[in-house]
């Protein structure tokens, strides 16, 4: 059977090949965040804006909504007076900054007390975000570096969750996921910092979610990305670190649900925590 396979005509070979990148096409066609129901939005109008130079956490105006369209999970964020985009950023929900090696660290945490799905119809799941405006007015292609560490304190990557979600100008968002493709929802090691890498390169992989401004590009690179983007015109209103996936996989079964904290977020030339 092997020789035979050697053999085999090259019209053969790659009428073959066809078909097995087909059959990874349509299995990865369904979105990572799928949750499987519509459910209605839930809001949290808890947050706080935070001055990278000096510290300071002062209340926000920020209301972040929590929701999923087509099972689909979407966050969006409405901040009427947000801070000065140029050393400041919000958190919203459960993010804050925490102490940790004699330092701050972001904190966010996304927990489903009743259990899926029914955190999602009482409204009980929680979540938390980091909004970063500096980068507003550029273009997908001005981003040249995106990486993270991040430190998993309970519960494990899925729903989509963490990632990085980035507004564009025609309100639409691109996520870029945490975690390995193409399921990301693996469980790291605990209690241990690791990086992600520069997200902003083709290396990456297929971690880009695009499908909102060119649809069925779910699993898109960074090259796919930017072009997406540059097709339609678009520019970047804000970028967000969002944690939400506390009712995905074994999540709401893990005491204290998704938990995780995140150091040196960088986004270009910029570096948060520190």
């Known amino acids: 059977m092997r020789k035979a396979a050697v053999a085999a005509p090259v019209s053969a070979l790659f009428l073959a090949l066809i078909v097995s990148l087909t059959s990874v096409l349509a299995d990865s066609s369904t979105p990572v965040n799928l949750v499987g129901v519509n459910f209605s939005p839930i809001t949290t109008s808890t947050s706080f804006n935070y001055d990278f130079s000096t ?33 400041s950023g919000t958190f919203f929900g459960t993010a804050r900054p925490v102490s940790s090696g004699g330092g701050a660290v972001l904190y966010e945490q ?6 899926y799905p029914t955190c999602l119809s009482d409204g009980s799941l929680t979540f938390g975000g980091m909004v970063l405006r500096h980068v507003s007015g550029l273009t997908l292609d001005q981003i040249t570096n995106l990486q993270s560490m991040y430190n998993i304190q309970t519960g494990c990557f899925g729903g989509g969750s963490p990632r990085f979600q980035i507004d564009m100008s025609n309100g639409d968002n691109i996520f870029v996921y945490f975690g390995m493709y ?30 909102q401004i060119c649809p069925g590009t779910q699993y898109n690179d960074y090259s796919g990305a930017k072009a997406c983007a540059d097709l339609n015109g678009l520019t970047i209103r804000s ?22 904290l995140f150091e040196e977020i960088q986004v270009n030339s910029t570096t948060r925590f520190p």
Request: overall charge negative.
């Open 55 to 87: 510290g300071a956490l002062t209340p926000g105006t920020a209301t972040s909504t929590e929701l999923s369209v087509s099972n689909v999970i979407l966050n969006t964020v409405s901040d009427p007076t947000p801070p000065d985009p140029r050393g």
């Open 110 to 115: 996304s927990v489903c007390p009743s259990g």
């Open 239 to 260: 970028l967000s670190l969002i944690t939400d996936g506390g009712w995905s996989g074994l999540n709401p079964e893990t005491n204290g649900g998704q938990t995780f």
């Open 182 to 211: 193409p399921n990301f929802t693996d469980c790291g090691p605990l209690d241990t910092w690791v990086s992600t890498g520069n997200f902003a390169t083709d290396s990456a992989g297929l971690r880009w979610d695009t499908s």
